[in-house]
């Protein structure tokens, strides 16, 4: 994810009216969700983008409560964490997770890697080739 919102900022000339690269992970997922609606170079890649954005946010739920959770019980194989919320006030979230759901959690968030790396990587490579025929024309 983080690629993609390097190289659309850098090197693809970004998303007209964002002139911070975001670092967060809902303004990431917010950039990308617009350039990829917006920018027409990018417009092949829209549908996979969509569906790689929407399961980054789903994976980033369960990271998120791993990050900044305590574990507040562990009963037989399900994790209960204590999540602390501050965004209007503080209050605690409780989020369940099965250890016996790791193994499959864990093969989806390493596709999800491999899914951004490989559309990371198309875009450069396109990237490339369309720097390469501009020189040729100059």
Not at 11 to 35: D, I, M, R
Not at 38 to 58: M, R
Not at 83 to 108: G, M, N, V
Not at 123 to 131: A, C, G, I, P, W
Request: glycine letters at 6%; a positive charge; proline letters at 3%.
């Amino acid at each position: 994810m983080n690629n993609c919102v390097h190289l659309i900022f850098s090197e693809l000339g970004g998303v007209p009216g964002h002139e911070v690269k975001p670092t967060v992970f809902k303004a990431k997922a917010s950039y990308l969700s617009k350039a990829f609606k917006h920018v027409k170079l990018l417009a092949p890649h829209k549908d996979t983008a969509f569906k790689l954005i929407a399961q980054a946010k789903t994976t980033s739920n369960t990271k998120h409560a791993f990050t900044h959770g305590t574990l507040e019980c562990l009963e037989n194989t399900v994790l209960t964490i204590n999540k602390l919320q501050t965004k209007d006030a503080y209050r605690a979230e409780h989020f369940k997770f099965d250890l016996l759901d790791f193994p499959i959690f864990s093969i989806e968030l390493g596709d999800l890697v491999k899914n951004w790396l490989t559309l990371s990587k198309n875009l450069l490579d396109e990237h490339k080739v369309r720097k390469a025929q501009l020189g040729r024309m100059g």
